[in-house]
Every structure is written in structure tokens, then in C-alpha cells.
């Protein structure tokens, strides 16, 4: 008997650490999501890419009415070799006349689909970049946050698995630091 006893006492004692620690825990909570799409700084770098977007795609429809010209003068020349008033040195001209036009052709819409993706690919590493940067702003003020309140844990209340499963299914008495946080980055805004 006072062998089970003194058997439960140690227990209790080892187990009280454990217990307090686990009460003195400071978790938090933020939406990662919020905070990035609500951040001043991300709707100006997604106005700026949609602007470089309208660029590329005027420069692109520029060079398709060029193309549409050749298609459109290469469509008269077939309708003028239909003609049967036609000479043999008008057909020969006509046809050396449409060989150059289709090559011009071939060649316009090759570099029409070579500037597009060249374009593409450089605005999609800028905005990655941009992007990049922005989250690397908002993760510094987060643990900036979690230093100064003395923060255990914060966890991303936005963040789903690869199933879209939410990895925070519940929280309770947390702290959400995402409004304060939205507050902490955007000041400032409106002097930009």
C-alpha cells in the first residue's frame, strides 16, 4: 500500500512540470490569407502586373493584325488565281508573290508566339518575386509579433493540406492576431 502510493506521488510529481508547462503555452492564431490579400502592398503589385498583362496583350493583338494583313492579301491572291482571264506570268508572279507572303506569315506568327511567352515568363517571375517578397514581410511581422507577446505557437488559421483539409481544425481561447497585424502593415498606406 505505501509502495502504490509513494508510487503515485512520484508520478504526480513527474507529471506536474509537464502540466504546467502545458498550461503556460501562449498560442495564437492568424489568417495568413487575410493578411496577404488585404496588405496594401500586394493590391498595388496586382494592379501593376495587370497593367504589364494589358501591355502584353495590345503588343500581341498588334502583331496579330499584322498577321491578319498577310492572311487577307495571301486570301486576294487566291481569289485572283481563281480567275480563269489569268496569264501564265500573272500566276507565276502571284504565286512567288503568296510564297514570300506565307514565309512573312510563318515568320511573324513565330515571333508573335515567342514574344508572348518570353513576355509571359518574365511577368510571371516578377510577380512571383513581388509576391515573394510580400509574404517575406508578412511572415517577418508575424514573428516579430510572436517574439514580442511571447509566443509558443502561432498557427495559420488559412493554411489547408494538400486535400483542402484546414491543418487548423480547432482552436480554442486563442488569440487572433490577424486584425492587429493588418493595422501593424498597412500603416503607412495612405501616405503612398
Keep these: 500500500m505505501k509502495k502504490s502510493l509513494f508510487s503515485l506521488l512520484v508520478a504526480l510529481l513527474c507529471l506536474?512540470?509537464?502540466?504546467?508547462?502545458?498550461?503556460?503555452?501562449?498560442?495564437?492564431?492568424?489568417?495568413?490569407?487575410?493578411l496577404f490579400n488585404d496588405y496594401y502592398q500586394t493590391g498595388k503589385v496586382q494592379r501593376e502586373i495587370n497593367i504589364e498583362r494589358a501591355r502584353i496583350q495590345r503588343d500581341n493583338n498588334e502583331r496579330l493584325a499584322k498577321i491578319r494583313e498577310i492572311d487577307a492579301q495571301l486570301q486576294q491572291i487566291r481569289e485572283e488565281l481563281k480567275k480563269e482571264d489569268i496569264g501564265e506570268k500573272e500566276k507565276t508572279d502571284?504565286?512567288?508573290?503568296?510564297?514570300?507572303?506565307?514565309?512573312?506569315?510563318?515568320?511573324?506568327?513565330?515571333?508573335?508566339k515567342e514574344f508572348l511567352n518570353r513576355r509571359n515568363r518574365a511577368l510571371s517571375d516578377k510577380m512571383r518575386k513581388q509576391m515573394r517578397g510580400i509574404l517575406v514581410k508578412i511572415?517577418?511581422?508575424?514573428?516579430?509579433?510572436?517574439?514580442?507577446g511571447n509566443y509558443d505557437f502561432i498557427f495559420d488559421v488559412s493554411a489547408n493540406s494538400n486535400q483542402g483539409i484546414p491543418f487548423v481544425l480547432h482552436a480554442r481561447e486563442t488569440t487572433d492576431l490577424t486584425n492587429s497585424l493588418l493595422a501593424e502593415?498597412?500603416?503607412?498606406?495612405?501616405?503612398?
Design 94 to 112: 502571284f504565286f512567288e508573290e503568296s510564297n514570300g507572303l506565307a514565309q512573312d506569315g510563318k515568320s511573324k506568327e513565330r515571333e508573335r
Design 16 to 34: 506536474t512540470p509537464v502540466l504546467h508547462a502545458q498550461q503556460r503555452l501562449k498560442i495564437a492564431t492568424v489568417s495568413m490569407e487575410r
Design 139 to 148: 511572415q517577418r511581422a508575424v514573428s516579430e509579433r510572436a517574439k514580442e
Design 185 to 192: 502593415i498597412n500603416e503607412g498606406s495612405e501616405e503612398e
